[in-house]
């Protein structure tokens, strides 16, 4: 199999302003609460190895517990979450396998029961921002780790 296209040199200015729209996006507080989170689960959804290692690292450099790495694809069992977590996992499902019904009241409701209005637009648009990611790294098939030193995942001391 020949080697896949890489987008970031090939869209050189795309790339760049979706990196813009990321950055931007991170500077929210409630993507920063739940930024991690979000993105390592929406990247077990999306079958992507590259973004799924890189916020693994990341959180891991930003101090995420282990185990509850682990339990991010359990969430729903696991004890490890509380209810603002859970909320924005459940938000992040439902907008990473958009149902052909759309977003159900029950989701809305219980991220609206625990997210202010702002909140969740802002988690929405990490979200959106988390799916088109794996959407070209699972496209183009992006080498996990590939990019540990230009992003200093090595730091994570995970290999």
């Known amino acids: 199999m020949s080697q896949r296209l890489n987008y970031f040199q ?9 990196m813009d729209y990321s950055a931007a996006v991170k500077k929210s507080p409630v993507v920063q609460e739940f930024g991690d989170l979000v993105d390592i689960r929406a990247s077990q959804i999306n079958g992507c190895g590259f973004c799924l290692d890189m916020h693994v ?5 930003h101090g995420e517990r282990e185990l509850r790495l682990h339990h991010i694809a359990i969430w729903r069992e696991s004890t490890l979450f509380s209810p603002r977590e859970r909320a924005a996992l459940a938000w992040t499902e439902a907008l990473t396998t958009l149902s052909p019904q759309g977003v159900s009241n029950e989701v809305y409701e219980q991220v609206r029961e625990h997210l202010s209005e702002a909140e969740i637009s802002d988690l929405s648009f990490l979200v959106i921002g988390i799916n088109g990611w794996n959407r070209l790294n699972v496209a183009f098939r992006t080498v996990p780790g590939s990019a540990d030193a230009a992003f200093g995942l090595d730091k994570a001391g995970l290999n």
Do not use: T
């Open 10 to 18: 090939v869209s050189a200015e795309l790339s760049k302003k979706y």
């Open 57 to 61: 690292k990341q959180a891991k450099i």
